[in-house]
């Protein structure tokens, strides 16, 4: 979900600056609200449980595109499927680009050896060369953000009207060396609750999520579980109207940047140099674990790998840490 939310903010930047470009996106159609409002971006959403599943299917997949009178591909995900579909488009005599991932400097970056603990290109601008690569300069300086989605009654029915600051807290990821330890979130969940003026907003997806969510509620008034409660296109809409995000690094964050919030990240295992910092947030917005306590870290580009004695990493974030962070980028609502 991540990588795909990365791409938007360059696709918005490249029909703003190349106005007589059309675009297609080819993706999972759940991707699809991403992209909606984006001028001369159409999405073509890939049917990978039947029509396009398999290596038969990516061949229909390649026999419906080419219906569409593509000039130029960007692979912007430079995985297997999409390695084949660009493949046949060279064949075919069209330009095509891919993403270079940079997979050897993230290597030496998480190595537990001969670690070199240097920032690597952000994934955004690896795009950005992507395009270049095709013809087209991408400026990423001056990001444009799309306007604040208009909240539905049924959004309003969950979340109020809005009249205080609203903070986003999305805890969970794909890999738990990338989770907040819970008992320290609910310090701080309780901490910024304190704040009336502030209403907080619990993100996730599951039903054991959302079981943990309504412990992390914990009878706050002004702390609400939306988790299961709306679609994700809703989600989306009070994302859009959020004044921060207190995200791990995950898709949540990514997402929010997109849409031109404020996000607050906290990194485990993981680090902001592997290119993945959220676009346009300064790095102070990215409080990291401890590498004089742990100086292996950052020890995974995902997350998904362990190194023993490293579970507790986050636990050097401290609470208070994360609620000034938060506190300090919001305005006092009592003085308007």
């Not at 971006?41 to 396009?52: I, Q, S, T």
Request: aromatic share 10%; charged share 20%.
């Amino acid at each position: 979900m991540g990588d795909v939310a990365m791409t938007v903010p360059v696709l918005r930047a490249l029909v703003l600056q190349y106005p007589e470009v059309k675009i297609t996106v080819v993706s999972r159609p759940f991707f699809q609200p991403f992209f909606d409002g984006i001028p001369n971006v159409n999405f073509y959403g890939v049917d990978l449980k039947e029509r396009h599943k398999g290596f038969l299917g990516l061949l229909r997949l390649f026999s419906d595109l080419r219906k569409l009178n593509i000039d130029v591909v960007a692979d912007l995900h430079n995985v297997l499927r999409s390695k084949v579909i660009r493949t046949l488009f060279a064949l075919s005599g069209k330009k095509v680009a891919a993403t270079d991932k940079g997979r050897a400097e993230k290597k030496t970056l998480t190595s537990l050896t001969n670690k070199v603990f240097a920032p690597v290109k952000p994934m955004v601008y690896r795009h950005v060369e992507t395009f270049k690569q095709l013809g087209f300069s991408i400026d990423l300086s001056n990001p444009h953000f799309p306007e604040k989605a208009t909240l539905s009654q049924e959004i309003i029915s969950i979340t109020g009207t809005k009249n205080q600051n609203w903070i986003g807290i999305a805890p969970f990821a794909q890999y738990d060396s990338k989770v907040y330890p819970l008992d320290l979130m609910q310090e701080v969940i309780d901490g910024l609750a304190e704040n009336k003026n502030q209403k907080i907003f619990l993100f996730g997806g599951g039903e054991k999520e959302i079981q943990l969510l309504n412990q992390l509620q914990d009878q706050h008034d002004n702390v609400i579980v939306l988790a299961g409660k709306l679609k994700f296109k809703q989600e989306l809409d009070v994302i859009s109207n959020l004044d921060i995000m207190l995200s791990m690094d995950s898709g949540n964050a990514h997402i929010a940047a997109m849409l031109g919030v404020k996000v607050i990240t906290l990194w485990g295992a993981t680090h902001p140099y592997a290119g993945f910092k959220p676009f346009n947030q300064p790095d102070d917005f990215c409080l990291t674990s401890d590498r004089t306590q742990y100086p292996l870290l950052p020890t995974s580009i995902y997350g998904n790998k362990k190194v023993e004695g490293y579970k507790d990493v986050m636990r050097t974030i401290l609470p208070k840490k994360v609620v000034f962070s938060i506190q300090s980028q919001l305005t006092d609502t009592t003085e308007h």
